[in-house]
Each structure stands twice: as structure tokens, then as C-alpha cells.
T-cell receptor, first 120, second 111 residues
Framework: GAVVSQHPSWVICKSGTSVKIECRSL??????MFWYRQFPKQSLMLMAT?????????EQGVEKDKFLINHASLTLSTLTVTSAHPEDSSFYIC????????????????FGAGSRLTVL | EDQVTQSPEALRLQEGESSSLNCSYT??????LFWYRQDPGKGPEFLFT???AGEEKEKERLKATLTKKESFLHITAPKPEDSATYLC????????????FGTGTLLAVQP
């Protein structure tokens, strides 16, 4: 089945530094990837939709200059948290859609294992 | 407002004690309802997709059903390894690929 690899799985950084998280689709091409953020005991909140070869689409309230997304190829999307602050500490999860012919719901999203960011 | 609500927030069962989790939704133009399992510190793992009212899907001890307003995830004779957070998500007519997630039900199955 489809596999999405996310790296790093956890990262600790100092306030003011930038952190890059990678999301790779290992055995399929993903023209679209999604980045979610999850706080403890809360639901996944969509941050942005990453499109290969074009600019990402950000959800309302998400700072595009803060969370830089680059979809460099059909198998790789990166999320860079710039000038991270303690309030950016969270669990970041990416997902990718494996395109299949048929009902659109059949294009199931496969999620990465997530990246735990802690900003000191 | 488009919304997905799950209940209960947390559920503790004894091994073998069957129960159901609820996912209620208010969206325009449901295109699919998804159930995921999430273990601590991990990404969601896909379980089921349901497309229309009356549809049912089964996998081992899990069975998902769908009505026009809600979905149930029935767990029959659960085992401790079924302990996890169960998330439902809705794909709706407002966008082709966006999922709205519920807050999840934390299930703990005690031996």
C-alpha cells in the first residue's frame, strides 16, 4: 500500500531558529500533499495544501511567511517553520493523496507518522 | 457551519465488552466519511471509507455504518490492542480534497 515518510520524527530547537520537516511519498506520486497540525487531545487542523510546481494554498489564519511550504517534486513536500517560537511547538503531520480512478473518495489520504516539534 | 463531532471523548472498556463510537456531521454535500485510527505519537492510519447512507464496512472487530447525519464505529469484543484514538473525517462538497476531522474518541481497552 501507499507509504508516506516524514522526517524528522521529533525535533527540539531554540526559539528563533528555523526547522524543516520533509514529507515523502515512497511508492507513489503525489501531486497534492497536505500539512496538518495537531495539539494534544485536539483534532487535526489543516494548515495548507501543497501543490507540486505551484504555490501552496494556506488555510485561514495560517501565516504563509511563518510556515513555508515547498513541493519540489511529485514525491517531496517540505514545511519550514521559520523563526520558531514556543507557541509553534506542536505535532505536525503531512498526508498525500494517491490518485486512483473512480470515486473521489477512493483517493484515500495516507498520513505520515508525524513530526513532534518542541521549541525551547 | 460545517462541523464534525465525535462522542464520547473517551471510552474505557473491558476486554470483550462491545461498544460503539459516534461521529455526527453537519456538512453540505457529503462525498465521503473516513475513519482513522491514531496511536500516540503517530499519524492516522486509514480504516474505512463510507460514501452513502446505509453503507457498512467491516474489518476484523470493527464495523462502520453511515446514516445521513452520523456514522458509528462498532467494536465487537475488543482487545487491548484496539486501544487508540479513533478519528472520523468528512470529505464534503466545499472542496475536493479537504478533510474535516472530529476531535476523536480515545478508547482504552483493559485486559
Amino acid at each position: 500500500g501507499a507509504v508516506v515518510s516524514q522526517h524528522p520524527s521529533w525535533v527540539i530547537c531554540k526559539s528563533g531558529t528555523s526547522v524543516k520537516i520533509e514529507c515523502r511519498s515512497l511508492d507513489f506520486q503525489a501531486t497534492t500533499m497536505f500539512w496538518y497540525r495537531q495539539f494534544p487531545k485536539q483534532s487535526l487542523m489543516l494548515m495548507a495544501t501543497s501543490n507540486e510546481g505551484s504555490k501552496a494554498t494556506y488555510e485561514q489564519g495560517v501565516e504563509k511567511d511563518k510556515f513555508l511550504i515547498n513541493h519540489a517534486s511529485l514525491t517531496l513536500s517540505t514545511l519550514t517553520v521559520t523563526s520558531a517560537h514556543p507557541e509553534d511547538s506542536s505535532f505536525y503531520i503531512c498526508s498525500a493523496r494517491e490518485f486512483k480512478l473512480g470515486r473521489i473518495g477512493a483517493n484515500v489520504l495516507t498520513f505520515g507518522a508525524g513530526s513532534r516539534l518542541t521549541v525551547l | 457551519e460545517d462541523q464534525v463531532t465525535q462522542s464520547p471523548e473517551a471510552l474505557r472498556l473491558q476486554e470483550g465488552e462491545s461498544s460503539s463510537l459516534n461521529c455526527s456531521y453537519t456538512v453540505s454535500g457529503l462525498r465521503g466519511l473516513f475513519w482513522y485510527r491514531q496511536d500516540p505519537g503517530k499519524g492516522p492510519e486509514f480504516l474505512f471509507t463510507l460514501y452513502s447512507a446505509g453503507e457498512e464496512k467491516e474489518k476484523e472487530r470493527l464495523k462502520a455504518t453511515l446514516t445521513k447525519k452520523e456514522s458509528f464505529l462498532h467494536i465487537t469484543a475488543p482487545k487491548p490492542e484496539d486501544s487508540a484514538t479513533y478519528l472520523c473525517a468528512v470529505l464534503y462538497g466545499g472542496a475536493t480534497n479537504k478533510l474535516i476531522f472530529g476531535t476523536g474518541t480515545l478508547l482504552a481497552v483493559q485486559p
